[in-house]
């Protein structure tokens, strides 16, 4: 009897602790929650909790139950993921403690994150601000997907017009900080390195250092170890280095196309 009555106790301690941790409306189902946001096209609020945490709890009970709070919530999607029940998510989304609010766009990228205790007013303006960033975020990476498909119509193309445009496009690319994106133009640049490399040396001239950087490492593949412009140099610098490559590209071009066939 002792033994059934400590177990009583212990289910019901458990069950005081679960609804002292999760305010209402809160979701644990991350894939639904994830398809929800795609679906609504929403940013998704990831808090990751444990029932032994107890800022989590206190925040259950005060901060996420707050009425300005609750009225923002209600305009994004939101689940709360127990640390120990999800060590895989936690660790893939490099969460070191608890409570941890990690904002994702509709891709499933975070955007921005706070951990640590935090009163109404304070998360508040985090989560409101957090939001603005990944809706900004999220049209930031339509208006690349357009640039993308813009580029490829004119990669399409047979006038070297088009091709260097379709250059041009896809060097504002290649900087994107959306992963998928920069890698999507570094792709494209790599094919029009291999077919007409002289179009991609306006891009040693770009004032972002990561795309010099890239079309550097680009060319140096394609022309060999001999291909001298450092990126690290501004354009000023590297212009004559530029020139003389351009040159002979175009020279080397030339020949090619008055070989007989």
């Not at 019901?12 to 929800?36: F, K, M, Q």
């Not at 096209?41 to 909790?49: A, G, I, K, S």
Request: include cysteine.
């Amino acid at each position: 009897m002792k033994h059934l009555h400590l177990i009583l106790i212990l289910l019901i301690v458990n069950a005081g602790v679960a609804r002292a941790e999760l305010p209402a409306g809160w979701s644990t189902n991350l894939t639904a929650a994830l398809t929800d946001a795609g679906s609504n096209q929403q940013p998704l609020l990831v808090w990751f909790t444990a029932s032994w945490c107890g800022p989590c709890q206190l925040m259950g009970r005060t901060t996420l139950t707050n009425e300005a709070v609750v009225q923002v919530l209600s305009t994004i999607s939101h689940v709360a993921l127990d640390l120990d029940e999800h060590r895989d998510l936690a660790e893939r989304h490099n969460v070191e403690a608890v409570p941890t609010f990690a904002l994702l766009s509709t891709g499933g990228d975070e955007v921005e994150r706070t951990t640590g205790y935090q009163p109404p007013d304070e998360f508040l303006q985090w989560l409101t601000n957090s939001i603005s960033e990944a809706k900004e975020t999220a049209a930031r990476q339509s208006r690349c997907q357009e640039q993308l498909a813009a580029a490829d119509q004119l990669l399409s193309g047979t006038n070297a017009g088009s091709a260097r445009q379709a250059a041009v496009e896809l060097f504002g690319l290649c900087a994107e900080r959306n992963r998928a994106i920069s890698q999507a133009a570094v792709a494209r640049l790599r094919v029009l390195a291999v077919r007409e490399p002289a179009l991609l040396l306006d891009g040693l001239k770009d004032p972002r250092l990561a795309v010099r950087i890239q079309v550097a490492n680009m060319l140096r593949d394609r022309l060999g170890d001999g291909f001298d412009v450092d990126p690290w140099n501004n354009a000023a610098s590297s212009g004559p280095a530029i020139e003389k490559w351009r040159g002979m590209l175009n020279d080397s071009a030339t020949n090619h196309s008055e070989k007989p066939h």
